[in-house]
């Protein structure tokens, strides 16, 4: 039986070599070699230009994602779920390195931007929305953890949410505590009604299992290199628009199986 379900009616991507969910499709799909080329700086088209100067780059990450996953609705009718395993350790790394200092001077930007749901703040302010919104970590299982709350916005609420899942390395000293290889972030319109365009129909439910992973080798070491890529299986199986069931790492031994069936 399903915990919850809802139809996936946008997608944003952003990774080493998958620029866009539009750009990576055909390398999920497995009709183009995946090249892990580095991520061009994004400028947010929702911000105005003084809160676009204030963004750090995990925001301008959300946004990148967010702006992609809802280029076909209101932005500001959406209930919206921002998952982030560790936050900005960007910005936490800058302010601790401050304090060290005997100025112990810390910038107030920084100091605004610490906060774990500050990419969701932007958001709101960006988009005018006044839907309900949570700011969630959940370490390398995070994913999972946003499919669970997401979801039941949409089961429970019955609001089009918005899941957004992101996470960037961290400078030295924390990279060698929490060595995340590269950037990602990934972006769900998930609503009760199919759409035209929609992607698919998910279902969750918990069970005791083992988490997916994938064939290609190169995008299973993007998998495993950042928490917010744990959403992969998902993605290449959406790109697809191949019925699947999919298990995602939660607590302990247990899995939140996802069941893709396409529209």
Do not use: K
């Not at 100067?53 to 996953?69: I, Q, Y």
């Not at 601790?96 to 931007?113: G, K, M, V, W, Y």
């Not at 899941?163 to 030295?172: F, M």
């Not at 918990?206 to 992969?232: F, I």
């Amino acid at each position: 039986m399903s915990l919850a379900s809802a139809y996936v009616n946008g997608v944003g991507l952003a990774g080493p070599g998958l620029p866009s969910w539009t750009e990576a499709q055909a390398v999920l799909r497995g009709e183009q070699t995946y090249a892990p080329t580095e991520l061009a700086m994004y400028q947010p088209s929702l911000l105005p230009p003084n809160e676009r100067r204030r963004a750090s780059p995990a925001v301008r990450m959300a946004f990148r994602v967010a702006e992609e996953a809802t280029r076909e609705c209101a932005a500001d009718t959406l209930a919206t779920t921002f998952v982030s395993a560790d936050g900005d350790l960007q910005i936490a790394h800058r302010i601790c390195a401050a304090l060290a200092t005997r100025e112990r001077f810390i910038s107030p930007t920084d100091f605004h931007n610490s906060v774990h749901n500050a990419a969701a703040g932007y958001w709101s302010i960006a988009t005018a929305a006044q839907g309900p919104s949570t700011a969630i970590s959940g370490w390398d299982t995070g994913f999972a953890v946003g499919l669970i709350e997401a979801l039941s916005m949409v089961q429970i609420e019955g609001l089009d949410t918005l899941l957004v899942a992101y996470d960037l390395p961290a400078p030295e000293p924390l990279w060698t505590q929490r060595p995340l290889a590269a950037p990602f972030g990934v972006a769900l319109l998930l609503s009760r009604e199919a759409r035209v365009g929609t992607w698919g129909r998910i279902e969750l439910q918990c069970t005791a299992g083992t988490e997916t992973s994938l064939d290609n080798s190169a995008l299973e070491q993007l998998r495993l290199s950042n928490p917010a890529a744990r959403a992969l299986p998902l993605l290449c199986a959406l790109a697809r628009r191949a019925p699947s069931e999919l298990d995602f790492a939660w607590i302990d031994d247990t899995t939140v199986r996802t069941a893709l069936i396409p529209v």
